[in-house]
T-cell receptor, first 117, second 113 residues
């Protein structure tokens, strides 16, 4: 089955610790995204990547870092510089215009719930 | 800065009734998306609206887009309990070039028997 997987489902972080959230897709999508969702809020874009080895900051990139070494993978590191990391993190992917797609429909993974202890 | 506003943010309705959720946005766009989220779950794509006047229907849900008014609506017909969820609209103002979506805060829909 094609889809997007995220791991772990739940993650607990101690103060001052860096943690990495995994996102993998086998949909052959070029573009991948990381969003943060806080209770009662919409999604806010952290980082996105349209091709391998390239990524751009979203609206709330401070305290986060990403890499895109493979088309299938887009891990997110929440660093100790992120002062309020407790949230639900969602990864998404989509085709791009280069692939002949004009819809830019984003498909989401199941999410990782991060809690700071 | 693009603003996407949904209203109402909370909607409690009885089974069998009709209602409409509104999504207003502040900058020109011809691409709008509706998603559904169940509690503690991920987002599920419902509709992709790509042009002025676009209308899509799936079951008891119908979405429309008026790009001149910068308004999309999600109409619920004869609501059933299974429709209880949070509904988000999202807008792409990039013309499809950089794939950034801006989401509304969501409408929490509760359908009561």
């Amino acid at each position: 089955d094609g889809g997007i997987t995220q791991s772990p489902k739940y993650l607990f972080r101690k103060e001052g610790q860096n943690v990495t959230l995994s996102c993998e897709q086998n949909l052959n999508h070029d573009a991948m995204y990381w969003y943060r969702q806080d209770p009662g809020q919409g999604l806010r874009l952290i980082y996105y990547s349209q091709i391998v080895n390239d990524f751009q900051k979203g609206d709330i990139a401070e305290g986060y870092s990403v890499s895109r070494e493979k088309k299938e993978s887009f891990p997110l590191t929440v660093t100790s510089a992120q002062k309020n990391p407790t949230a639900f993190y969602l990864c998404a992917s989509s085709l791009t215009r280069l692939a002949g797609d004009t819809r830019n429909e984003q498909f989401f993974g199941p999410g990782t719930r991060l809690t700071v202890l | 800065e693009l603003k996407v506003e949904q209203n109402p943010l909370f909607l409690s309705m009885q089974e069998g009734k009709n209602y409409t959720i509104y999504c207003n946005y502040s900058t020109t766009s011809d691409r709008l998306y509706w998603y559904r989220q169940d509690p503690g779950k991920s987002l599920e794509s419902l509709f992709v609206l790509l042009s002025n006047g676009a209308v899509k229907q799936e079951g008891r849900l119908m979405a429309s887009l008026d790009t001149k008014a910068r308004l999309s609506t999600l109409h619920i017909t004869a609501a059933v309990h299974d429709l209880s969820a949070t509904y988000f609209c999202a807008v792409d103002i990039s013309g499809g070039s950089n794939y950034k979506l801006t989401f509304g805060k969501g409408t929490l829909l509760t359908v009561n028997p």
